[in-house]
């Protein structure tokens, strides 16, 4: 749904490890802002199979094991498309502008998610999310780009802090660090007239001030701090326990600790292959420099658009 005010709601479009919430969390600092975190992580992420991209992966036997008992929940797409059509109600009520977080893997159907990661040749329908198209039409999109050395060092980082059981040969890798799902998204909601913003979360570490004057005027918004107070446990009592897990930083952070740096990437004077040659050993770093390799077309294309 359109809110009544001039202003648009917001869709954070985001992927893995692109400092996605340490942004969301900024953005809703803003006394404007109604947030909604994530509403279709319980129904396309851990609610039934059929639903869930990921669990369409091609993957080891133990991992699709781990997979199965993340599936507790019966939900279905329409459930969190009401839980997000309930909240904007709320927030046009308040005055405010609904931000809504969300992975594209969550909010992109199965059919055009396989699409996406399997296709040489993409051709996606108007609208690939489960999201109706009045209230997508009616949305200002914010697509965040980072680096991809950057995102796969801190997936595979990851993947040995919390123990999951895929690796870099099962396809759920592909799945988390693929930069080219925003790619498509960005080419097809700009051909809609519905061109979204393009923010690199390296500017938001390395120039704040910018970024933060940026999105306030962009989003008719006021008022954002780059300081803010940790949840609360009643705040965080309302997450999705596996949600909570993965946002635990962002969570516990109280604002944006600011880079000093002067460089225009992330990746300027820094050699990744190096370390993760010392660190997992020469075949995994050829296999991460891969989806580097994979990746860093779409990221530079995007990063042509960034504010």
């Given amino acids: 749904m359109a809110p009544t005010n001039d202003r648009k709601n917001v869709l954070l479009l985001t992927s893995a490890r692109t400092r996605s919430n340490l942004v969301f969390?900024?953005?809703?600092?803003?006394?404007?802002?109604?947030?909604?975190?994530y509403p279709f992580a319980p129904t396309t992420r851990y609610g039934k199979?059929?639903?869930?991209?990921?669990?369409?992966?091609?993957?080891?036997?133990?991992?699709?094991?781990?997979l199965v008992q993340w599936h507790d929940g019966q939900d279905t797409p329409q459930d969190s498309v009401a839980l997000v059509e309930?909240?904007?109600?709320?927030?046009?009520?308040?005055?405010?502008?609904?931000v809504v977080i969300d992975q594209w893997d969550h909010l992109v159907r199965v059919p055009e998610g396989l699409e996406i990661l399997r296709q040489e040749e993409v051709v996606l329908p108007q609208n690939p999310?489960?999201?109706?198209?009045?209230?997508?039409?009616?949305?200002?999109?914010?697509?965040?780009?980072?680096?991809?050395a950057a995102v796969v060092d801190s997936i595979y980082r990851l993947l040995f802090a919390?123990?999951?059981k895929y690796g870099l040969d099962d396809e759920d890798f592909h799945l988390v660090s693929t930069a080219r799902a925003h790619r498509?998204?960005?080419?097809l909601f700009t051909s809609r007239g519905l061109k979204p913003i393009v923010l690199d979360s390296w500017d938001v570490v390395t120039n704040p001030a910018r970024i933060q004057g940026v999105l306030e005027e962009k989003l008719g918004i006021r008022g954002m701090s780059d300081v803010w107070k940790p949840k609360t446990e009643e705040e965080l009592a309302r997450m999705h326990p596996r949600t909570l897990g993965a946002t635990r930083v962002?969570?516990?952070?109280?604002?944006?600790?600011?880079?000093?740096?002067?460089?225009?990437?992330?990746?300027?004077g820094k050699d990744f292959f190096v370390q993760w040659k010392e660190k997992y050993g020469e075949r995994v770093a050829k296999q991460l420099q891969a989806y580097v390799d994979l990746n860093l077309p779409h990221y530079e294309y995007l990063r042509k658009f960034k504010v």
């Fill in 129 to 148: 999310t489960w999201l109706p198209d009045e209230m997508l039409t009616s949305t200002t999109t914010i697509i965040l780009i980072r680096h991809p």
């Fill in 250 to 268: 962002a969570n516990e952070s109280s604002g944006i600790q600011r880079v000093e740096s002067d460089k225009a990437s992330e990746m300027e």
């Fill in 49 to 66: 199979p059929e639903n869930c991209l990921l669990h369409h992966m091609r993957h080891s036997e133990e991992r699709r094991q781990e």
């Fill in 86 to 98: 309930k909240n904007l109600r709320a927030a046009d009520e308040e005055g405010k502008v609904g």
């Fill in 25 to 37: 969390r900024w953005i809703c600092t803003s006394p404007d802002v109604h947030p909604i975190q």
């Fill in 162 to 164: 919390v123990a999951r």
């Fill in 184 to 187: 498509l998204l960005f080419d």
